[in-house]
C-alpha cells in the first residue's frame, strides 16, 4: 500500500524528522487560504499522485510549454492559481504509463533554500530478510539512472535485526554523503527516525529523493515515497485510514474485497491461478509461447466457489483481454470448486473470448466432469504447455 507525500510528511513530522510546513488541498477554492497559512516567500505547489517524475512530468490537459507537477510560486496568489491549474487533470509521468493520473490533492508547502540534493531510501533486502539503507550523492535524480551510469556514486549495506540501527550507520552514511560538523550528528539521529518508523508501521520502502542540505547548512527531507507491507496493514489502522483508492487500479481494488491477490499487467491473456509460484510459472510459459500475460491473479488454496466467480468476472472486466487460462493444481482446492465457479461466472457475464481450462489435483475427474457437462465452449487442456499452447493458437488465431 503506497500514500501520498504529503501523509509521509505527516508521518516524519510526528517521528521528529525536519520537513516543511505544508498544506493539503482538495478543492480549489481552498487553495488561497492554504497557501496564506505559510510563510513564503517562496510556495511549492506539488500535484500528489503514486507515482514518481512529477516535476518532469507533463498534462494531458497543458499549452505548449507549460510546467508539471511541482511548481514554484512566489506570491499566496500565484500559488492558488498554480494550484488550480493542476486539480482535476491528468498528470502523466514516467511511472504513470500514458494514460496518467488524475490529479485529486495538491500540497503546497513552505520552499527551502537548497545547498545539495542527496538520495536516501531503507528497502527489505530479500536476499538477507534485513532492512537495508542505500544513499547516494546523486540526489533530485531518477536513482535508477545513478545506479547504471555511476554505481560507485551508491552505497548499500543492510541491518543486522539482532543490533538494530546503531549510531555507526549513521556515521557511514554521512561520510558516503560528503556531510561534515554538525550535519553528521544530524544524519545519525535522522538515518534512526527513519528506521524505527520503517520498522514501527511494517514498510517495505521509504524513499527520500532528495533529502538536502539547506542553504543554512542543515538537512531536510524535500521529498518522501512511503510504501507498506500489504499483509502487515491490519496492525496498523492509522496507515490502512490513509488508504487513497481512487490511485489503485479498479480491478485489483475490487480483487482486494474478495482477498484475491491480482495485479493488472499489459498483456492479452488473462490467467487464473491457485499458488503464486503457479500463476509465475503460467505468465511465463504465455510469454515462452509468443503472447503476453493480462494479469498476475492467484486465487488461493482456500478459494470458495463465490471467489473464484469474482475473479473470472475482474479477468472479463479487462477490455484488453483476448483470451483466458485457468490453470489449477488441486491440493487444498478442489478441482470441482474451480469448475462450480468458472460455469456460475460465465453464465452470469458471458464468454466472448477463448477460454483453456487446465486442471490437475484433488478432484479433477469431477471438475473435467463438471466442464464437460456444461455445454460451454472450452478448450479443455492436459498439461500446462499444452494449456498455453492452445490459448496462445486461439488468441493468435
Given at each position: 500500500?503506497?500514500i ?25 477554492e ?5 497557501a496564506?497559512?505559510l510563510d513564503?516567500p ?15 512530468g ?16 512566489k ?5 492558488a ?7 482535476g487533470?491528468?498528470?502523466v ?5 500514458p ?13 527551502s ?7 536516501l ?7 538477507t ?7 547516494s550523492?546523486e540526489?533530485?535524480?531518477d536513482?535508477?539512472?545513478?545506479a ?10 543492510s ?7 546503531q ?8 561520510f558516503m ?35 538536502i ?14 510504501g507498506f507491507?500489504g ?29 484475491l ?9 488473462g490467467?487464473?491461478v491457485?499458488?503464486?509460484g503457479?500463476?509465475m ?31 473470472f468476472k ?15 493444481f488441486g ?18 457475464v458471458?464468454?466472448?473470448v ?37 490459448i496462445?493458437?486461439?488468441v493468435?488465431?
Amino acid at each position: 500500500m503506497n500514500i501520498h507525500e504529503y501523509q509521509a510528511k505527516a508521518l516524519l513530522r510526528d517521528y521528529g524528522a525536519p520537513v516543511s510546513d505544508g498544506r493539503v488541498v482538495l478543492r480549489a477554492e481552498e487553495a488561497k487560504t492554504a497557501a496564506g497559512e505559510l510563510d513564503g516567500p517562496l510556495w511549492v505547489v506539488k500535484a500528489q499522485i503514486h507515482a514518481g517524475g512529477r516535476g518532469k512530468g507533463s498534462f494531458k490537459e497543458t499549452d505548449a510549454g507549460e510546467k508539471g507537477g511541482v511548481r514554484l510560486a512566489k506570491s499566496v496568489e500565484e500559488a492558488a492559481i498554480e494550484a488550480k491549474k493542476m486539480l482535476g487533470r491528468t498528470l502523466v509521468t514516467h511511472q504513470t504509463g500514458p494514460d496518467g493520473k488524475q490529479v485529486n490533492r495538491i500540497y503546497i508547502e513552505d520552499g527551502s533554500g537548497i545547498s545539495r540534493e542527496l538520495y536516501l531510501a531503507l528497502l527489505v533486502d530479500r536476499a538477507t530478510s534485513r532492512v537495508s539503507f542505500v544513499c547516494s550523492t546523486e540526489g533530485g535524480m531518477d536513482i535508477e539512472e545513478v545506479a547504471a551510469s555511476t554505481p560507485d556514486k551508491i552505497l548499500s549495506f543492510s541491518v543486522d535485526p539482532a543490533t538494530g540501527y546503531q549510531p555507526f550507520h549513521g556515521r557511514r552514511i554521512a561520510f558516503m554523503l560528503g556531510l561534515e560538523g554538525q550535519q553528521v550528528k544530524q544524519c545519525v539521529k535522522l538515518m534512526g527516525i527513519f528506521y524505527k518508523l520503517f520498522t514501527d508501521k511494517d514498510m517495505d520502502m521509504l524513499e527520500i529523493n532528495p533529502l538536502i542540505v539547506t542553504d543554512k547548512g542543515d538537512l531536510k527531507v524535500l521529498d518522501a515515497k512511503f510504501g507498506f507491507d500489504g499483509n502487515a496493514i491490519y496492525r496498523h489502522p492509522d496507515i490502512a485510514a490513509l488508504r487513497d483508492e481512487t490511485e489503485e487500479d479498479p480491478k485489483e481494488l475490487e480483487a482486494s474485497k474478495f482477498d484475491l491477490n491480482y495485479i493488472a499487467l499489459d498483456g492479452e491473456i488473462g490467467c487464473m491461478v491457485n499458488g503464486a509460484g503457479l500463476a509465475m510459472a503460467t505468465m511465463d510459459i504465455i510469454k515462452l509461447y509468443g503472447a503476453e500475460p493480462a494479469n498476475f491473479l492467484d486465487v488461493g488454496g482456500g478459494a470458495t466457489k463465490e471467489k473464484v466467480t469474482e475473479a473470472f468476472k475482474i479477468i472479463t472486466s479487462d477490455p484488453n483481454v483476448k483470451g483466458i487460462l485457468v490453470n489449477i493444481f488441486g491440493g487444498i482446492m478442489r478441482c470441482d470448486i474451480i469448475a462450480d465457479g468458472v460455469i456460475a461466472a460465465v453464465k452470469e457475464v458471458g464468454l466472448k473470448v477463448p477460454l483453456v481450462v487446465r486442471l490437475e489435483g484433488t478432484n479433477v475427474d469431477k471438475g473435467k466432469e463438471i466442464i464437460a457437462g456444461s455445454g460451454l465452449n472450452v478448450i479443455a487442456a492436459d498439461d500446462l504447455s499444452d494449456a498455453a499452447e492452445k490459448i496462445v493458437k486461439a488468441v493468435k488465431g
